[in-house]
């Protein structure tokens, strides 16, 4: 089978996904230096040419747009992230409608900009097969306010078994990252109806799952060559307060937002051996383990010291290396 990414989300408020594109800017950057030593020549590397199929969840599915459906190289992506995207979607909070309303349409003029500088047109669809750059194929996930024990919502830049939603690519970016706390939910029109989102956060996380059975029905091969999960950071054990001082919602919610669950099952599953060679594992997950706890989406500092010390733990190196010859060579 063929290379895929996982790339999600993580935080209470979906805050650090910064983290993620900078540990994928490592892997990118080891990647390119190992085949120019290879070939001897420079190389232009971009995540659409390394991986096949990439996933996301709110700014993960962000950076999964930019990155699989736009074919931004990382570096750009950052970028985006940084200047145009984070401080709209982690500025203050509205204190009125009239505020939440001019927050959402600020949020959604940037990402229709960003779709025309990078896709040619603020209007390309998901599935629109003309764009300048190139691309891979991408996935994001959204739920509906009024199913959210329903299967998630994917949002996808190709046909698959099962029908999903096409619409244009600011309003996938939209809908994965709906939050009710800071904008006016989204509407899709579709059937002569509007199809309400809100963002990813209530469970859906870690699309990891989705993704494994993505890429066996799109790839029906025999065996998976790569499977790179990347994360936004561990948000610390979740523990009931002592005392009558806990808060049930909130830590509910910490609950629904957790990646950690997901992520470590699907590991204990490849170190089983599923569908693949004894002893050839496929799986790795990258994702800082202390510090993101308090960090905010504008902490850029804070951010990019940890994920720096992270990258900078010998058996992160090692296995950003072990992700680097399974991309490259694969068996």
């Given at each position: 089978?063929?290379?895929?990414?996982?790339?999600?989300?993580?935080?209470?408020?979906?805050?650090?996904?910064?983290?993620?594109?900078?540990?994928?800017?490592?892997?990118?950057?080891?990647?390119?230096?190992?085949?120019?030593?290879?070939?001897?020549?420079?190389?232009?590397?971009?995540?659409?040419?390394?991986?096949?199929?990439?996933?996301?969840?709110?700014?993960?599915?962000?950076?999964?747009?930019?990155?699989?459906?736009?074919?931004?190289?990382?570096?750009?992506?950052?970028?985006?992230y940084?200047?145009?995207l984070?401080?709209?979607?982690?500025?203050?909070f509205?204190t009125?409608?009239?505020?939440?309303?001019?927050?959402?349409?600020?949020?959604?003029?940037?990402?229709?900009?960003?779709v025309?500088e990078f896709?040619?047109?603020?209007?390309?669809?998901?599935?629109?097969p003309?764009?300048?750059?190139?691309?891979?194929?991408?996935f994001?996930?959204?739920?509906?306010?009024?199913?959210l024990?329903?299967?998630?919502?994917?949002?996808?830049?190709?046909h698959?078994?099962?029908p999903?939603?096409?619409?244009?690519?600011?309003?996938?970016?939209?809908?994965?990252?709906?939050n009710?706390?800071?904008?006016?939910?989204v509407?899709?029109?579709?059937?002569?109806?509007?199809?309400p989102?809100?963002?990813?956060?209530?469970?859906?996380?870690?699309p990891?799952?989705v993704?494994?059975?993505?890429?066996?029905?799109?790839?029906?091969g025999?065996?998976?060559?790569?499977?790179?999960?990347?994360g936004?950071?561990?948000?610390?054990?979740?523990?009931?307060?002592?005392?009558s001082?806990?808060?049930?919602?909130?830590i509910?919610?910490?609950m629904?937002?957790?990646?950690?669950?997901?992520?470590?099952?699907i590991?204990?599953?490849?170190?089983?051996?599923?569908?693949?060679?004894?002893?050839y594992?496929?799986y790795?997950r990258?994702?800082?383990?202390?510090?993101?706890?308090?960090?905010?989406?504008l902490d850029?500092?804070?951010?990019?010291?940890?994920?720096e010390?992270?990258?900078?733990?010998?058996?992160?190196?090692?296995?950003?290396?072990?992700?680097?010859?399974r991309?490259t060579?694969?068996?």
């Open positions: 089978m063929k290379n895929t990414i996982n790339n999600h989300d993580f935080s209470e408020a979906g805050d650090t996904g910064l983290s993620t594109l900078l540990i994928l800017q490592q892997l990118m950057e080891t990647m390119t230096f190992e085949l120019q030593c290879d070939v001897g020549i420079e190389v232009d590397l971009h995540p659409s040419d390394v991986f096949d199929l990439i996933g996301g969840s709110g700014t993960g599915g962000i950076a999964a747009i930019l990155i699989g459906r736009l074919g931004l190289s990382v570096s750009e992506a950052i970028d985006v940084k200047n145009e984070a401080p709209l979607l982690f500025g203050p509205p009125s409608k009239d505020e939440k309303q001019a927050a959402t349409l600020a949020l959604e003029a940037t990402m229709q900009k960003i025309a896709g040619g047109s603020g209007d390309l669809r998901l599935r629109e003309t764009s300048p750059r190139r691309s891979c194929k991408t994001v996930l959204a739920l509906t306010p009024h199913y024990n329903d299967p998630v919502d994917l949002l996808r830049t190709y698959a078994r099962i999903s939603l096409d619409m244009m690519i600011w309003q996938a970016m939209r809908a994965t990252t709906s009710r706390n800071r904008f006016l939910d509407e899709i029109n579709y059937s002569h109806c509007g199809v989102y809100v963002g990813a956060d209530y469970g859906r996380c870690n990891i799952k993704l494994l059975d993505e890429a066996h029905h799109l790839f029906r025999p065996k998976i060559a790569s499977v790179t999960c990347v936004a950071g561990h948000g610390g054990i979740i523990a009931l307060p002592s005392g001082d806990d808060n049930p919602s909130e509910m919610f910490r629904a937002r957790d990646c950690e669950r997901d992520a470590m099952e590991s204990n599953r490849f170190d089983e051996g599923e569908k693949n060679e004894p002893g594992n496929p790795a990258l994702s800082v383990e202390q510090g993101m706890q308090t960090a905010g989406g850029y500092l804070v951010i990019e010291r940890h994920t010390a992270y990258l900078a733990f010998p058996f992160i190196s090692k296995r950003i290396e072990a992700i680097v010859g991309l060579k694969p068996r």
